[in-house]
């Protein structure tokens, strides 16, 4: 294998041990991760943080914002993307609060696409930052319909942080909760993630049934209602049925 093919393979293993869950890795960590030695390693750093690709903070290492915006450019040409924002613009017109999408990814959620509410006081969701799926309803409703092992390690290897005071934090409470989820179809949260704001969700399902996104609303608590609830769950529910639709789901067959 020539050095430059040889560089290249093991700046995408460097890339890939970075994108394993954990917020951060150490030179130490990501040199055993790829079994090389700390100084090739740290060559390799240096010009993937040259290009933006990584981002050094006090010696530890995570990815960098080239990669997020690599991914959104490869979201915004998928085909999944392109038929659900249309969708997304209708609820966010009708109800004029941020619409997002959501996936899944090594037992975090990743908004990968929102539309903003035109209200000066507004929710906001950083694209591209991995969140705990284990409170809010943007990530519990992707959570609850993974098999339950699944589940079950993705609590484990999650730090169950107190965000707010109405953070759940019990694993058993935070179970329960998801197979409530899993029953009706969609997730409601408030104060839960974020002190201040409250969010209604639901499923998206590709040609198999499987969950491939989160769909969501997400508006302050100054304009939360309880009468604006199930109007929100009308229209997400519908929203994920038609997104669900054109990705080839076929409601009662699976």
């Known amino acids: 294998m020539g050095d430059t093919v040889q560089s290249v393979v093991r700046a995408i293993q460097i890339l890939e041990a970075l994108d394993q869950g954990k917020d951060f890795l150490t030179l130490t960590e990501i040199a055993q991760a790829v079994d090389l030695p700390k100084s090739t390693t740290s060559r390799l750093l240096d010009t993937l943080i040259t290009h933006g690709f990584i981002t050094e903070d006090y010696k530890r290492y995570r990815l960098g914002i080239k990669m997020f915006i690599l991914g959104s450019r490869a979201a915004t040409n998928n085909d999944f993307h392109q038929a659900v924002r249309p969708i997304m613009i209708k609820i966010a017109e009708k109800t004029n609060e941020m619409v997002s999408l959501n996936i899944l990814v090594n037992g975090q959620r990743l908004c990968i696409d929102q539309i903003e509410s035109n209200h000066s006081v507004r929710n906001y969701v950083p694209l591209g930052r991995?969140?705990?799926s284990f409170c809010g309803a943007s990530g519990k409703v992707l959570l609850a319909f993974q098999d339950d092992q699944e589940i079950i390690n993705i609590l484990h290897n999650t730090q169950l942080e107190q965000f707010t005071?109405?953070?759940?934090?019990?694993?058993?409470?935070?179970?329960?909760d998801l197979q409530i989820i899993r029953q009706q179809g969609w997730a409601f949260s408030k104060d839960e993630r974020v002190r201040g704001g409250w969010s209604v969700s639901g499923p998206l399902r590709d040609s198999t049934g499987k969950i491939i996104a989160s769909l969501s609303i997400g508006a302050p608590t100054s304009r939360y209602s309880e009468e604006l609830?199930?109007?929100?769950?009308e229209l997400i529910t519908k929203g994920c049925s038609e997104a669900s639709q054109l990705m080839g789901y076929i409601p009662g067959k699976y």
Do not use: G, M, S
């Open 229 to 233: 609830v199930p109007k929100y769950v």
């Open 165 to 176: 005071p109405a953070t759940v934090t019990d694993i058993n409470e935070i179970i329960r």
């Open 130 to 132: 991995l969140i705990p």
